[in-house]
């Protein structure tokens, strides 16, 4: 069976916003990005179970897995930046203590006063180790494949 920390597809092959990254095989004209030296650590695949939404305080991020890989979320408040409550371990719902905003499990306002949904970031997978991009802005539904 395939080692969950292993990484996806070998140390070379990175997978974000649905697309294949190979540094083996780099077309000349494109840009070197190696996804594996962006983002932060924040922790072994193994960390990260499927249907869980853990909150990663020094990097200001929730790391969630669904059927369909990981996920990553700001996890700071739309409203004035507090950072949000752990997510509820069964919807992976948020609460802001600070005003009272309240996000379900994909970032989305349910309660104001945030008016924002919370952004969604780049997530890597690296010789079993997850890595978060906040730099990096992606599409609410883009998730990560974890073999």
Excluded: K, Y
Excluded at 15 to 22: K, L, Q, S
Excluded at 58 to 67: E, Y
């Amino acid at each position: 069976p395939p080692d969950p920390d292993a990484g996806v597809g070998g140390a070379d092959v990175q997978r974000i916003d649905g697309a294949v990254f190979d540094s083996s095989a780099r077309d000349a004209g494109a840009p070197d990005v190696d996804f594996c030296m962006e983002g932060r650590d924040v922790g072994p695949v193994s960390m990260f179970g499927l249907g869980t939404w853990t909150l990663v305080t020094a990097a200001r991020v929730i790391v969630a897995r669904d059927s369909r890989g990981l996920f990553a979320f700001s996890a700071l408040c739309t409203h004035s930046g507090c950072t949000v409550d752990p997510p509820n371990p069964a919807t992976g719902a948020s609460r802001c203590s600070c005003h009272g905003s309240e996000f379900d499990g994909n970032g989305v306002v349910t309660r104001a006063p945030a008016r924002e949904d919370l952004d969604h970031f780049v997530v890597a997978v690296c010789a079993g180790r997850v890595r978060v991009d906040s730099g990096r802005v992606v599409n609410p539904g883009t998730r990560t494949p974890v073999p």
